[in-house]
T-cell receptor, first 114, second 111 residues
């Protein structure tokens, strides 16, 4: 079975541009979460979606938004890119488990903002 | 606010050595704790998940323990191999929606 898949794997943008990152969860998983990992740091929580509804939001500006589709795939959008948005963006999926379930991560999308 | 600390930040050992990685967290009210492995530039691979009611979990050469009351977890790696070289991340689940991660321990196992 395929794991969590993310696209694109790498991308380069310039300041002020917009980016869309995509994630397909493991088959049967209905919850998707997004994390940002800056070089040398642990991942930071951005969003969680379950059954197409936002269930949690981290401490990120409104330039960050996300959505989940009927097939449970998800998009993360970042507007007005800043140099500090350069990071590895990780998507995780899980079965519903009220917080006790295991999270499975994808390989990430490496974003470089110039 | 939940904070997770991992010590040491980096560790270098000769092949075959047994080793322990440490993780501490500030708030004992957690659902569970998960250990991950991350290779350079790659995503996270889940190693072990310990629920708050459990004391330890084992998978092959890996054993993770959890002492929720003291806010500590350890990851024990037996008979280390060069292929174990990676960054190991500890994460706690303070609520149903997110994980809170430490900065990781970078492990190098020398042949």
């Amino acid at each position: 079975d395929a794991g969590v898949t993310q696209s694109p794997t790498h991308l380069i943008k310039t300041r002020g541009q917009h980016v869309t990152l995509r994630c397909s969860p493991i088959s049967g998983h209905k919850s998707v979460s997004w994390y940002q990992q800056v070089l040398g740091q642990g991942p930071q929580f951005i969003f969680q979606y379950y059954e197409k509804e936002e269930r949690g939001r981290g401490n990120f500006p409104d330039r960050f938004s996300a959505r989940q589709f009927p097939n449970y795939s998800s998009e993360l959008n970042v507007n007005a890119l800043l140099l500090g948005d350069s990071a590895l963006y990780l998507c995780a999926s899980s079965l519903p488990g009220q917080g006790r379930e295991q999270l499975f991560f994808g390989e990430g999308s490496r974003l470089t903002v110039l | 606010k939940q904070e997770v600390t991992q010590i040491p930040a980096a560790l270098s050992v000769p092949e075959g050595e047994n080793l322990v990685l440490n993780c501490s967290f500030t708030d004992s009210a957690i659902y569970n704790l998960q250990w991950f492995r991350q290779d350079p530039g790659k995503g996270l691979t889940s190693l072990l998940l310990i629920q708050s009611s459990q004391r330890e979990q084992t998978s092959g050469r890996l054993n993770a323990s959890l002492d929720k009351s003291s806010g500590r977890s350890t990851l024990y790696i037996a008979a280390s191999q060069p292929g174990d070289s990676a960054t190991y991340l500890c994460a706690v689940r303070p609520g149903s929606e997110k994980l809170v991660f430490g900065k990781g321990t970078k492990l190098t196992v020398n042949p």
